[in-house]
């Protein structure tokens, strides 16, 4: 497994040596002892959760204050633009964003340490999205940061979807990184 640095040092992008013929291909998907020497953190991941979305869906950009997960993502099936965003107060690469685009055909993963808000816009006719997570599901510590706000700086790949952008009424409501509740 290859693993790629971002501009984000606690957000890692996992390559899969993938082994294929004329059958089809294998490749491993998670390994404890790679991702924990990539990493440098001793993750238990809980809960495993797989979303299917339509084109021009946007999710996001959700974190939980408490109970906060850690994610390893990926997509099955089509292709989205993933965006993570550091939401730690104290850290240096707070409100900085990182996107990338994650599909079936790339067979990228990306962490998404605890402490940053993470979405994505699904840019194929639909798309099949996994992550494990290393904490529970916790709704009432939810919060959705705003998607659009400028401050951002993630540049969505827009050009393909907005006539058919969907996006359910908690994320429009989205809090601005100015305005929303951070992480320590």
């Known amino acids: 497994m290859r693993v790629i640095p971002t501009t984000i040092p606690d957000v890692r992008v996992f390559e899969p040596r993938v082994f294929g013929d004329a ?5 491993e998907s998670f390994n404890q002892k790679a991702f924990r020497d990539a990493t440098g953190g001793d993750f238990e991941f809980v809960q495993d959760n797989h979303s299917r979305s339509t084109h021009g869906t ?11 997960q850690g994610k390893l993502v990926r997509v099955t099936s089509g292709r989205v633009f993933d965006a993570v965003v550091d939401m730690r107060a104290s850290s240096p690469t707070f409100g900085k964003s990182f ?5 079936a055909d790339n067979r990228l993963q990306l962490w998404v340490p605890a402490g940053f808000a993470h979405g994505f816009l699904v ?7 996994l992550y494990k997570t290393t ?10 940061l705003m998607w659009s706000d400028p401050q951002l700086g993630i540049d969505w790949p827009l050009g393909g979807v907005q006539g058919d952008l969907v ?14 509740e951070t992480y320590p």
């Open 23 to 27: 059958r089809g291909f294998f490749f």
């Open 58 to 68: 946007l999710r996001g950009l959700h974190y939980q204050l408490q109970q906060a």
């Open 99 to 103: 996107g990338v685009e994650l599909s």
């Open 123 to 129: 840019l194929s006719d639909s798309a099949d999205f």
């Open 135 to 144: 904490d529970y599901y916790h709704p009432q510590s939810e919060r959705t």
């Open 167 to 180: 996006i359910s009424d908690k994320d429009r409501r989205g809090v601005a990184l100015a305005d929303c």
